[in-house]
């Protein structure tokens, strides 16, 4: 997935249909490289290179796109940010962790033949 900057609006992610739409004169390729966007822009659209993850614990925590890339010299990268998980999103966590009772039933049964 291409991730994409709007500058002068700070419209992050911005979608490639925006791009289409604000820049129609463009016949815009599949996956728009830096030099495409910068020609057809004037610089106002830049790529923001996608980074992994942080490490986080998902039994408590997710990670999210801070929605705020970071600018290192002429590159933008991506930026994450881990949050806790709600109560709600802890027990849903949990629960999909409890093996299947009826496949383990099932299994078991087998297990005497």
């Not at 979608?15 to 129609?24: F, H, K, M, T, V």
């Not at 993850?53 to 600018?71: I, L, Y």
């Amino acid at each position: 997935m291409t991730l994409l900057l709007h500058l002068p609006t700070n419209t992050y992610p911005y979608p490639a249909s925006q791009l289409r739409q604000d820049y129609p004169a463009t016949i815009w390729p599949a996956v728009p490289s830096a030099e495409d966007l910068n020609h057809a822009t004037g610089g106002e659209v830049v790529l923001v290179e996608p980074t992994d993850p942080p490490a986080h614990d998902p039994a408590t925590q997710r990670v999210e796109d801070s929605g705020e890339p970071h600018q290192d010299g002429d590159t933008w990268r991506q930026v994450w940010r881990v949050v806790e998980l709600t109560a709600e999103e802890r027990e849903a966590y949990s629960m999909a962790q409890l093996p299947d009772r009826k496949s383990t039933r099932l299994n078991s049964s087998h297990a005497n033949i």
